[in-house]
Structures are given as structure tokens and as C-alpha cells.
């Protein structure tokens, strides 16, 4: 993928999710203005930027959304329900693309129909306007084409095929517009790409007229690289630009596909019966033609026709008259051309009429061409002159404007800097000097008049040589190769063309040191100031930060060594003193990179507004979402680990928790149940909490399922607290809803939303009173990359526990242990707690070790917000590791959450001490 | 150097010109909107300004009125956009553009354009 599809793809799912987020607004308030152009502008935007690649299946749909919304925006079209709902499905559909994109670098074919569906479901809501647009699905670029002069080929051997072929040809295209013309480039190198240039063109289905030429001259044949393709191939057909595109996918960029007006087929032919000699005849047309009396010029026309003898040139010319006069009947330019040609008797070159003539008619035709027109720009403006021309043109447009404008005198000096900067750099810097003069005359009399009058005499003196030398060039040659001759013919060689540069240089300094407030460009420069950056480097990043926290754990076990081993306790503190010192600056190096990481939770919020929409929507309940906190910020992975759980959480609640309005009216609350989404952060946890206010959660029922599935047994099920009843949806295999639903039934409930939060070193919580609702608490680590845990000893081993579970560390006198029911337990701070010893839980046949006083060790963690002592021989210390989950055969091993290096080199192992009871 | 000011909202349109125009040597400047254009273009000498219509804040007409009526630069501005009715390019010109381009523009016509109105680089 390229640096610009990614820029692409990423600023285009930012903008879908604004879409979304502007039009969930808009259903909140529907006349707000600015929320209407906001989202006009987004659409535009993404619109716009699908343009710069070949998504025509996006670009179609997004522009059909782009003309509703400029509808909306215009007060055409009312905003409704229903356009909002077709405008989501559109972006979802837009959306899918992405997908696609990102995958498989493209889309696929596959679409085509989906898309068009889509376009037309968006069209229709724009009422009127729509049938000629639809079609027009690359509207936009195809209008691009009408400031284009595209030179056809001459194709005056059209001529070879019969005039009753050409008269259907021309009567078939001017109402349905097939004629194509294909002016295909191989490569120089296409042979060694296993093209076969020749075979490619003798493809082209429906072919009326063909011709292949060099493209350069054919050297001498010395010098002949017979591998090197050298040739043009052009084609007439009438076939569809999609079958072309499709014949060249493979290399459309050598290919260039232009609708052309079916006036080229006009091409009189015949016996020439001894030369011209209908003088009169061609003035009389003409003066009929000028003062629109068709009626008449039909009529003599076919006075003429009757007269001659159907095989002479001028019967074949009167015939083809009267079929444009019948058929074209506007086209009048057309018209006087084939009545002039009556003068010479030569078939007109349409390639070469007035622009006019042939700019309507592209312009007309192209309109059903949709995307092909890319390929025409592209060609088109590969020429200079062209584009000076047309440079010079839009100067003479803007100097035509009303004067009135308050910034008049900005705006001559503007035209006056881009006309001396052409001028320069096509190599006229002798008209600088009274381009000076009409402009310090146009600024003193506050008109542009007299810079009209330069642009005039400028624009006499700028049609010889070089624009000239263009506009005769033959057509079919090819541009790259034109622009080259004109240098040339201009005497624009690359020296030239360097010094130039210089003069250029010089001119734009004078410039500078008049503007008002020209200041030097290096006065100040200032780059973006956000960079993009690939996840993968801060992984890097991440990981490397991770290994020198852990390799610094390694100064002060060498601090101690130096001490007891080698006696140097000099030594041993200086190493400990730089140990602070690397310390500090590790912590604030990881604290900076963790920064980077950090990501606002309002990344997978923003998501739940249209989700909550569609759900309650679906579900007949009325919702009301309030988001809180969502600039809190968290890690990436802990951020995105996020994601599922809360979609679920959410389904769940409007699925089970909030009932229909009905319901919620009967008891006596309000009829819009009310979902909150709240996050925040303390020390270095993060919370969400989802709240509703809806029923709630039985215990009675939640009991009672989890009997009859066999999760707890009769005796549990009657001694059980309400609470712990509730928290029985966390357990694995249960599910409330009797009906499994679309929503958040299939088949997983809780239970997935608990192991995926723990899988992130996080706890979920629940708490629900019947008839008033129910809160699911999750917390989660800031970030997920450096675990603290604390080290404790046990039958000579050292394992870790994360510092988040521990509660506190308690010596515990033996005598204290009681033992209830065969399980050992204690009074802590007059609160019961099960002790559990780790050597029983890690099956060591081993009593736990109890220090000189008689005290056991105890660990007080909270599992399931439960206080569990956990016995172990030793604490030590706590240090910060880097916890790699256990791959390969131990990978299964249940018990372990993972194994990190400790600073002498030995391997802690980390326990997953809810999975050891 | 010839320094270039591109403005546009669309991030991807940035440095889709970005990179035509580096490509072929010129130094590139961006601002998001009319608003930090006119920052930037009071600050900075711009060769050209490449200029999109729909922004936030302030559009491409609004910064070109603004840079034309007080003066504070006169270099040529294209104005790109992606509708090419005559009415856009009227108000273009009007506005103070130079040319009117439509979008997406072939990296060899901008640079064509951009040669001829400010040189190579």
C-alpha cells in the first residue's frame, strides 16, 4: 500500500465516522445549519479524495451522497429519517470498500451492482434531477473535459467504408453515443513484459476505422532497437468505454478511451464531375443557414440532390447536409463546414474544426463516458502551450471581471505576477517591459482595462512560433513528443530553458522586494505538527523501553554483589547511586513513550451512538445514550481490547436491560430509557462504567438458570447472596435470554466479555437492583506493556504476582488460623478470609514455611471482589517486568499468566492466580 | 527554493500534492484551512498557493479576498476543486485566483502548470 492509500484510507475512516456522528446530531437537531454543512463538507471531502484513485464504485456512491447533501444544505431536499438511514448504509457501504482496500489493495468487481443500488437509493431521495444524472456517475470528471482541446486524428480513410454504413453509424451514435476512439501507446518495453501489442489492439471489438503509426521517427536502421516498441495504434469503435476499460485493464494508463462526436462519419464522397462549380449554390446555403430558414435550405438542398446524379461527390455531400439538418439540426457549425466543403470538394477534417464544435459535442458525449475522461486530462495537459494558452485565457477571464471588487488592486497585481512569470518562462521576457507600463497604467486608473489591452497585443505576438507550432502539429502525434518539437520550434533548448530558471529566480526577488509585506521565506518555517506513525515502530519503541526497565533491575543485584561478593562497598553504593539515576530517566522515557500510546477512549465511544440508533431501532425502544469521560485516555491495545466487550455490554443492555416503551410507561417510568456510557481514570486505572435504568437483573431467575444448567448445585443456589447471584452471568455457558436474539444472543454472554477484559490484565464488576437498572464496572491498567508485580517465595521457588491484585501483605501468628469445614481461614480486621496455601494450589508436596516468630506469610488479593490470603513462605520485592506470554508446549499450561527475565537472569514465572482455584 | 503553500482540509489531497510537487523539487508548506493559510502566508513568502474551495473556517475564497485585498501576496493561486461549473470558476477569479484546476489533477498537468507560472524549481 501506498504512503498515499494509507493516508487515504485513514483520513477516510475518520471522515466516515464523522459522517456518522454529524448525522446523529442532525437527528438530534435537524435544522441545525452548521451540522448540515459540517456534513456536506465531510462528504465532500472523502469524495474528493476517492477521486485520486480508481475506486469508481466509491467514488459514484459518495458523489450521489455529496449531491444530496448539497440539496440538503441548498434547502431542495428536506433531511428526514430516511435520509439519514440511506446515507448511513451508503457510508457502510463505503465502508465495506475500505475494508476491501485494505485487504486486497482494490475492490472488486463484485460490488458493481451493490454500489449502483446505493447510488440510485440516494438519487432518488433528490427527487427531479436524477435520471440524467445517474448516469453520469463521474459527472465531475467527465465536465472536466469540456476545457480540454483534444485533437482527434484526421480520419478522412473513414471514408473507405460505404456512406450507408457511415449514415447508420451516424444515426445510431447521435442518439445513443457509442463512437470511441482508442489511441492505445504500448510501452517502449511492453515486449519484456509479455505484451503483445499488436494482438492487444486487434482485440478492440467493433473496430471502423484503425491506423498504427511510429510514434517516433523510425531511426536509421543502424540504430533500429528492434525490441523497442515504437508504435501508435488508433481505433475507431462502437463499443462501450466499459468493454474497453476491461479489454485494457491490464494498461490503461497507455491507453487513452474518448468519446468522439458522431459528426466524423460526415465524410462526402463520390465522383468529383471535373471540379467545383456550385459558387452560387454554396453562397445561397450559407445565407439560408445564417438566417435560420432550414425549411428552405432542406428545400433546396433536395432541389440539388434531384438535379445530379447520386454518384458525384456533391449528391454525396447534399445527402450527408440534409441527414445533420434533420438529425443536428443546432449544429450549425457542422452544417457551414459541409456546405463549404461544396467549394473545394474536399471532406471536411473534422479533427480540425473550431474548437467549438468539437468541445460541445465531447463535452456532450463524454457525460456518458463517466471515469474514462481521467485518461484524457492526463494526456491533454502533458501539453505546454496548452496549458499556456489556457493559463493566459483564465488571466483574460479574471481581467474581464467587474472592477468594482474592493481588492481590485491585489488582483492585478496578481494577473501582472503570473503573466510575467509565463512570460519568462516561455521566454519572453522582451514584453516584460510594457507589461510594466499596463499595469502601473491599470493601477493608477483602477481599471484592468489596459492590462486587457497588453493580454490583446501580448496574445497576437505569443501565436508565433512556439503556440502556433501546437496547434499545427499533426494530429495522432503523440504529446510527450509534441511538447518536445515546441521547445524546440520555440528554441526552448535545455540551456535555455536553465538560464531561464535563473531570470525567473531574479524576476520573483523583484517581486518580493515590492509586496507590502514580503517578508523572507526563512523568517519562519513551520512543518506539521502531528506526525503520523506506523504502530509498529513505537512497538519497537515499546519493547525496547520494556528490556532496559528490565535490564536496569540487573544494577542493583550487581550493587549487592559487588558488596557481599567482591567486599567493594564503595562500589557497590556509587553503582546504586547511578542505578537512581538510570532509573529516573528510564521511568521518564517509558512514561513519554507510554504517552505516545495513549489513545482517547472516545476512539471506540464514538461508535456506539449509531450503534445504540440502529439496535433500539430494531428492538422498538427508545434510547437515549449519554457519553462521559471520553477524553479519557489508555493505552492503544487496552483501548482496542476495549472495543468488543463494550459493544457487547451495550447490546446486552439494550437487549435485556431497557424495555420497550410500553413497558417502561407502565411502570412508571419515563418512556426513553437512558444508557451511560461514563469513563474516567484513577492513579493508574482506567474505569468504564455502563449504567441503564432498566429492569435490571433478576437473582431469583439468574439462580434459577444457572441450577438448571448445572453451574451451581442445589445447596450453592440456597445459600447464595443476591449479589453473588448476579455476578453468576460472568459464568461460563450462561446466557439469561430464553430466545437466543439477533442482538446479543449468539450463544456467548458474559462470560467472553470477563476473559477478554482479564486477557488485558483488567476485572468487570456488576452491580443491578431490580426495576432500576444495572452498572457493569470495568477496570483496566493505563497500559498493559510493563506489569509491577511483587515477588514471594514458595518451596524455594520465586513467582510473581501482579501488583494489581495484591491487596496487602499480612504476617499471620499460626495460632490465628482456624480451620472451618476442612478450609483454613482467619479474622482480618474482623472479616473472615479463606486462606489457601500456594504450595497446595502448585500441587508442592510442602507445608508452608513459617519464619523464626511463628508467622506464616500471607498475600491478600482480591479475585472477584472477594479478599482470598493466598500463604507463601517469603515476600521480596516488587520489581517491573516485561511479561511474555508462554508460547509453544507450555503455552496450555494453565496457572501462569506468563514468564518475564528478572534482573540476574533467572526466569520468574507470573501466576494467574484466578485460575488456580 | 520555490516554496509552495497547499491548502486543503483533506489530508490525503495534501499529500497527494505533496508528493507531485516534492517529487519535482519544490518545497512544500501546508495548512489545513483559510485561516492557518493566512497565518502562514503572512508569515512566509509563498511562490504559489494551491488553494481548495470548501474548508473549514475560512474557504479558499475567503483567503484568497483576504490575501489579495490587503496585499499580503500577490504570487499566483490555483484553485482546485472538484466541480467544474463555470459559476465555481467565476467566483474563483473573482476571489483572486490565478487558474481553476478540477480535481483530481494528473501530477504531469499540475506540474506543467506549476512550471509555467513559477519556474523549475
Not at chain 1, 867 to 879: A, H, M, P, W
Not at chain 2, 14 to 20: G, K, V
Given at each position: 500500500m501506498t504512503p498515499l492509500l494509507e493516508q487515504f484510507m485513514s483520513e477516510a475512516r475518520d471522515v466516515l465516522q464523522g459522517i456518522s456522528e454529524k448525522l446523529m446530531q442532525l437527528e438530534a437537531e435537524p435544522n441545525s445549519r452548521e451540522t448540515i454543512n459540517e456534513l456536506f463538507r465531510l462528504v465532500h471531502t472523502l469524495k474528493g479524495n476517492s477521486g485520486l484513485f480508481e475506486f469508481p464504485e466509491m467514488t459514484r456512491v459518495l458523489h450521489a451522497g455529496e449531491d444530496l447533501m448539497d440539496a440538503v444544505r441548498d434547502g431542495r431536499v428536506n433531511y428526514s429519517q430516511m435520509l439519514a438511514d440511506r446515507l448511513l448504509d451508503a457510508m457502510d457501504f463505503v465502508n465495506l470498500l475500505l475494508d476491501e482496500i485494505e485487504i486486497n489493495g482494490e475492490i472488486g468487481t463484485n460490488h458493481v451492482q451493490h454500489g449502483l443500488q446505493q447510488t440510485e437509493l440516494l438519487r432518488q431521495l433528490l427527487g427531479t434531477a436524477t435520471a440524467k444524472t445517474v448516469e453520469n456517475s463521474g459527472a465531475t470528471v467527465a465536465k472536466a473535459v469540456k476545457k480540454i482541446h483534444k485533437k482527434l486524428p484526421n480520419m478522412a480513410s473513414l471514408v473507405a467504408l460505404p456512406e450507408a454504413q457511415r449514415m447508420a453509424l451516424y444515426e445510431q451514435s447521435i442518439s445513443v453515443n457509442t463512437l470511441h476512439l482508442v489511441q492505445y501507446v504500448p510501452e517502449h518495453e511492453c515486449f519484456f513484459k509479455g505484451e503483445d501489442p499488436f494482438f492487444q489492439a486487434r482485440q478492440i471489438p467493433q473496430t471502423i476505422w484503425h491506423s498504427v503509426q511510429a510514434v517516433e521517427p523510425w531511426p536509421v536502421m543502424a540504430e533500429l532497437d528492434a525490441y523497442c516498441c515504437n508504435l501508435e495504434f488508433q481505433a475507431l469503435t462502437a463499443t462501450s468505454p466499459d468493454d474497453l476499460y476491461e479489454l485494457f485493464r491490464y494498461t490503461p494508463e497507455q491507453v487513452s478511451i474518448n468519446a468522439v462526436p458522431a459528426i466524423v462519419m460526415a465524410l462526402p464522397s463520390g465522383e468529383p464531375n471535373g471540379g467545383p462549380v456550385y459558387g452560387d449554390f454554396v453562397v445561397d446555403a450559407l445565407a439560408l443557414l445564417e438566417a435560420g430558414d432550414i425549411a428552405k435550405l432542406i428545400n433546396v438542398s433536395n432541389t440539388m440532390l434531384e438535379l445530379h446524379s447520386p454518384n458525384l461527390w456533391l449528391s454525396s455531400a447534399l445527402r450527408w447536409l440534409l441527414l445533420v439538418l434533420k438529425l443536428e439540426p443546432n449544429n450549425h457549425s457542422a452544417q457551414r463546414i459541409l456546405i463549404e466543403s461544396f467549394n473545394h470538394l474536399v471532406a471536411p477534417n473534422w479533427a480540425d474544426l473550431t474548437p467549438n464544435v468539437e468541445i460541445e459535442s465531447l463535452e456532450e458525449v463524454t457525460v456518458a463516458a463517466t471515469l474514462d475522461t481521467e485518461v484524457v486530462t492526463n494526456v491533454a495537459t502533458n501539453d505546454d502551450s496548452f496549458a499556456l494558452n489556457f493559463i493566459l485565457q483564465a488571466q483574460r477571464q479574471i481581467l474581464h471581471l467587474p472592477d468594482s471588487d474592493t481588492w481590485l488592486v491585489g488582483r492585478l497585481n496578481s494577473v501582472a505576477a503570473t503573466l510575467t512569470a509565463i512570460h519568462i518562462n516561455a521566454g519572453r521576457q522582451d514584453v516584460l517591459p510594457t507589461l510594466q507600463d499596463a499595469l502601473a497604467e491599470a493601477l493608477t486608473a483602477s481599471t484592468a482595462a489596459p492590462l486587457l489591452m497588453w493580454l490583446d497585443d501580448y496574445a497576437m505576438q505569443a501565436n508565433t512560433p512556439a503556440l502556433n507550432a501546437a496547434n499545427k502539429v499533426?494530429?495522432?502525434?503523440?504529446?510527450?513528443?509534441?511538447?518536445?518539437?515546441?521547445?524546440?520550434?520555440?528554441?526552448?533548448?535545455?540551456?535555455?530553458?536553465?538560464?531561464?530558471?535563473?531570470n525567473q529566480n531574479e524576476a520573483s526577488t523583484d517581486i518580493d522586494a515590492d509586496m507590502k509585506f514580503g517578508r523572507r521565506s526563512e523568517d519562519s518555517y513551520s512543518a506539521p505538527k502531528t506526525l503520523k506513525v506506523d504502530q509498529v515502530k513505537i512497538d519497537i519503541l515499546m519493547n525496547l523501553i520494556g528490556e532496559m526497565v528490565v535490564a536496569k533491575n540487573s544494577l542493583p543485584y550487581l550493587a549487592g554483589l559487588a558488596e557481599t561478593q567482591y567486599g567493594v562497598r564503595e562500589l557497590g553504593r556509587e553503582i546504586k547511586s547511578q542505578y537512581a539515576v538510570i532509573n529516573r530517566i528510564a521511568e521518564e522515557m517509558q512514561d513519554a513513550i507510554m504517552q505516545v500510546r495513549m489513545m482517547p477512549v472516545s476512539f471506540i465511544f464514538q461508535r456506539f451512538p449509531r450503534l445504540v440508533r440502529d439496535t433500539s431501532?430494531?428492538?422498538?425502544?427508545?434510547?437515549?445514550?449519554?457519553?462521559?469521560?471520553?477524553?479519557?485516555?489508555?493505552?492503544?491495545?487496552?483501548?482496542?481490547?476495549l472495543a468488543d466487550p463494550l459493544i457487547h455490554i451495550v447490546r446486552n443492555s439494550l437487549d435485556h436491560g431497557l424495555e420497550t416503551p410500553e413497558v417502561r410507561r407502565a411502570t412508571g417510568k419515563p418512556e426513553a430509557g437512558k444508557l451511560t456510557i461514563r469513563a474516567s481514570q484513577e492513579s493508574n486505572r482506567v474505569y468504564i462504567e455502563i449504567s441503564d435504568d432498566g429492569k435490571g437483573i433478576n437473582p431469583d431467575v439468574v439462580k434459577r438458570k444457572a441450577y438448571e444448567k448445572g453451574i451451581i448445585d442445589e445447596a450453592t443456589m440456597e445459600r447464595m447472596t443476591d449479589q453473588e447471584a448476579v455476578n453468576l452471568v460472568f459464568a461460563a455457558g450462561f446466557s439469561t435470554t430464553e430466545i437466543i436474539s439477533d442482538l446479543s444472543g449468539r450463544g456467548v454472554g458474559m462470560d467472553v466479555v470477563r476473559s477478554a477484559v482479564e486477557k488485558v490484565n483488567g476485572t468487570v464488576s456488576i452491580e443491578s437492583e431490580v426495576g432500576k437498572g444495572t452498572l457493569i464496572r470495568l477496570?483496566?491498567?493505563?497500559?498493559?506493556?510493563?506489569?509491577?508485580?511483587?515477588?514471594?517465595?514458595?518451596?524455594?521457588?520465586?513467582?510473581?504476582?501482579?501488583?494489581?491484585?495484591?491487596?496487602?501483605?499480612?504476617?499471620?501468628?499460626?495460632?490465628?488460623?482456624?480451620?472451618?469445614?476442612?478450609?483454613?481461614?482467619?479474622?482480618?480486621?474482623?472479616?473472615?478470609?479463606?486462606?489457601?496455601?500456594?504450595?497446595?494450589?502448585?500441587?508442592?508436596?510442602?507445608?508452608?514455611?513459617?519464619?523464626e516468630n511463628e508467622e506464616l506469610a500471607m498475600l491478600v488479593v482480591q479475585i472477584n471482589n472477594?479478599?482470598?490470603?493466598?500463604?507463601?513462605?517469603?515476600?521480596?520485592?516488587?520489581?517491573?517486568?516485561?511479561?511474555?506470554?508462554?508460547t509453544g508446549i507450555i503455552g496450555g499450561l494453565g496457572g501462569y499468566s506468563g514468564s518475564a527475565l528478572l534482573g540476574d537472569g533467572s526466569v520468574l514465572m507470573v501466576l494467574n492466580l484466578k485460575e488456580l482455584f | 527554493m520555490k516554496r509552495i503553500l497547499i491548502i486543503d482540509d483533506a489530508a490525503t489531497v495534501?499529500?497527494?500534492?505533496?508528493?507531485?510537487l516534492e517529487g519535482a523539487g519544490y518545497e512544500v508548506d501546508e495548512a489545513v484551512n483559510g485561516i492557518e493559510a493566512l497565518e502562514k502566508a503572512l508569515l512566509t513568502t509563498f511562490d504559489m498557493y494551491i488553494v481548495d474551495i470548501n474548508m473549514p473556517k475560512l474557504d479558499g475564497y475567503g483567503f484568497l479576498r483576504e490575501i489579495r485585498s490587503q496585499e499580503i501576496a500577490q504570487a499566483p493561486a490555483i484553485m482546485v476543486s472538484t466541480e467544474a461549473e463555470t459559476g465555481d470558476q467565476q467566483l474563483a477569479y473573482g476571489a483572486g485566483a490565478n487558474l481553476y484546476l478540477v480535481k483530481p489533477v494528473k501530477p504531469d498537468g499540475l506540474l506543467t502548470y506549476v512550471r509555467l507560472l513559477i519556474g523549475g524549481v
Open positions: 499533426e494530429p495522432g502525434v503523440v504529446q510527450g513528443k509534441l511538447v518536445g518539437e515546441v521547445l524546440e520550434g520555440a528554441s526552448l533548448s535545455q540551456n535555455v530553458a536553465t538560464r531561464l530558471d535563473i431501532r430494531k428492538l422498538e425502544k427508545i434510547v437515549n445514550l449519554v457519553l462521559e469521560g471520553e477524553e479519557t485516555e489508555a493505552d492503544k491495545n487496552i483501548v482496542e481490547a477496570s483496566l491498567p493505563l497500559s498493559m506493556a510493563i506489569t509491577n508485580v511483587m515477588i514471594v517465595e514458595s518451596a524455594d521457588q520465586a513467582f510473581g504476582v501482579p501488583m494489581g491484585m495484591v491487596v496487602e501483605t499480612v504476617r499471620v501468628p499460626k495460632s490465628n488460623i482456624r480451620t472451618i469445614k476442612n478450609h483454613k481461614t482467619m479474622v482480618l480486621r474482623g472479616r473472615i478470609i479463606p486462606l489457601l496455601s500456594l504450595n497446595d494450589l502448585l500441587a508442592v508436596d510442602a507445608p508452608q514455611l513459617a519464619n472477594e479478599s482470598i490470603g493466598i500463604l507463601v513462605d517469603e515476600f521480596r520485592e516488587t520489581v517491573d517486568i516485561i511479561l511474555k506470554p508462554m | 495534501r499529500l497527494y500534492h505533496r508528493n507531485i
